[in-house]
């Protein structure tokens, strides 16, 4: 399941999305929550980070709001 919900993520990663969801990112969260502490929860918290630290980099750097840095933070104590 964790290499299913990774892999979707994966693809998902290479469509572009006119809707502005992120779907990629939901395919990263739910295999964290479906196969905590995993090699596969692991990995999809590695790209789930690196996308929403993308997300809100810009010119001034990194500005991660702390409403979105917790829930990233509870999801990275499940996944290692």
Known sequence: LGEALYLTGLSYEGVPDQTGSNMHENYYESCIE???HSEWSKK???RLEESVYMGYTGSSGTNLPSDV???LDNLQKQAL
Request: glycine share 0%; aromatic share 12%.
């Open 34 to 36: 479906k196969v905590p």
């Open 44 to 46: 999809c918290y590695r």
């Open 69 to 71: 840095r917790q829930p």
